[in-house]
Each structure stands twice: as C-alpha cells, then as structure tokens.
C-alpha cells in the first residue's frame, strides 16, 4: 500500500511498482483512478481500510510538506504528520504489517551538514519537528523501515517543486533570486522510488538516508538546472537566506545527507544532480 500516492514520490513509487501488487490510497485528488480515498487523520478509517487490504508493507509518503504552511497552522501540521503517521503506525502494529515511513533532512538544525544516521536530529521548524515525532510512533513497531530524504524534485502534474519551478521562471526569461548559502542533497524522485522499493525487497529495518548523493547549495542546483536544459544562467542571481523575505518559518543551513550506509546495501545508487537532472531531460520531450 502507498499513502499518499497522488504526490511526487507516492506517484513514482506506483510507477516503479509494476512488478508489486499496490493499493493506491490518496486524500484530495486521485491522480488514478483505482486509488482509494483515505483521510490519514482518521483512525477508524485508516484501521478500516488498511484491515480491508490487509498488505504486507505501507509506504507511508502521505505528508503535509509545504513548510512555511506547517509553521503558520500547526493544528493542521501536527494532525497530518503527527497523528495521521500514529494512525498508520497503530494500524501496521494491530496487524503485523511492516511500515515504511518517509522523513526528511529537516528533522536536523543544518549546524554541520552532511549528516549520518547517528547525528542526533534537532530540527528548527515545526514541519521537521512533526516529521520527527512521525519517525517516533513507526519506530516503536520492531520491523520498520524509516527513510530521510532532501530536496525532492521531478516532472509531477500536479505540484511544482524547486526545478519545476526554475525551469518554468527560465522558459518565460523571468530573472530569480536563489539563495547561495543553503544546502542540500536535492533528490529525484524517480531514483528514490527505485531505491525505496529496493529497500524493501531486500527486507531493509531501522533508519536510513535515502537522498541524492551530492551537496550542493540552491543557487549551484539553479545554475545546474540552467545548463542541463539549455536556459539562460545569467537569469538566476544570488541571495542570501538572511535577506530572503519570502520564508515564513526558518530554514536548516546545511541539511545536506550522508548515503553512505544505504550505498553498501543497495544495487541501485543514489545520483548525483547531474545524473538527476539530465535523467529528467530524457523524460521531458519539450526540451
């Protein structure tokens, strides 16, 4: 089962899922049309709907993502984040079902950077706080699988995301400011899937980092993107996170990940932007 199945990842996981038997689950909008409605935020429908398919593992990748939203309603972050990967989590536990839970290099204050699974997370917004708590309530059930991810990006219907978004700004020649002291492990979504589905064939347990492998700050990525789809670099210019208005809740400096442990395990690797981005080009017939 995926949760969340209509978002960028949720997506690329049903699409990588061919060879799996899947129960798509969604909460607004189905972006297919056998996923099934189910408010993650509702126990007895969660206990209901989960004990009618009964799977053998739920890839949890329902979120409430949007940070400045999580730090402006946190009633409605913690609901999502909180109580909805509770409600999963109680589910998978009643019925001896392996979860899967998708977190984030936000869970960590950006101090240090490049962080391993053994740092110890402190995270500076409340949507890394509730993502935290979420890693909580999985990690009580022994078999479990928790993966930290960063910086999704790839072609989605639906939501824009950091490339989507340049790529757009550039095509219509629109100067943008990209901050050039804020750092990543930007991650396609599409090579996440693989790696995540990979994981759990191999019966993987405990924590991960499951990102791309390479650090780089969100003014490089911008430039990067520029040059992979033939655009204009000299429309992206360079700000600092201090004088950028636009952010309502604060941002890790250098949240970039380590992926070193899931390297020695998979056969599949996590790519670096420049393999990311151009696999995004070959998906993309209009550039």
Known sequence: MITGSSGL????????????????????????????KMNITD??????IIGKFKPDVVIHTAAETDVDKCEVDKEHAWKVNVEGTKNIAKACAE??????YVSTDYVFNGEKGLYDEEDEPKPINYYGLTKLEGEKHIAKIKDHLIVRTSVLYGWHRLKKNFVTWVLESLKQK????????????????DNLAELLLEAVENGLIGLYHIAGRERICRFEFALEIA?????????????????L?????????DSSLRVDKIWKELKTKPLDVSEGLKLMKEQAPSF
């Not at 019925?95 to 899967?100: A, L, R, S």
């Not at 629109?174 to 979504?189: E, F, G, R, W």
């Open 227 to 243: 040059r992979t789809f033939g655009l204009n670099s000299e429309l992206v210019k360079p700000i600092k996170m201090a004088e």
């Open 9 to 36: 990842l949720g997506s690329k996981l049903v699409k990588a899922s061919k060879d799996h038997e899947v129960i798509l689950t969604h909460s607004t909008r189905p972006l297919l049309p056998n996923s099934v």
């Open 43 to 48: 126990e007895n429908e969660v206990l209901r």
């Open 245 to 253: 208005k636009a952010w309502v809740a604060r941002r890790p400096r």
């Open 95 to 100: 019925m001896g079902i392996k979860p899967v």
């Open 174 to 189: 629109k100067q943008i400011t990209v901050v050039d002291d804020h750092y990543n492990s930007p991650t396609l979504a």
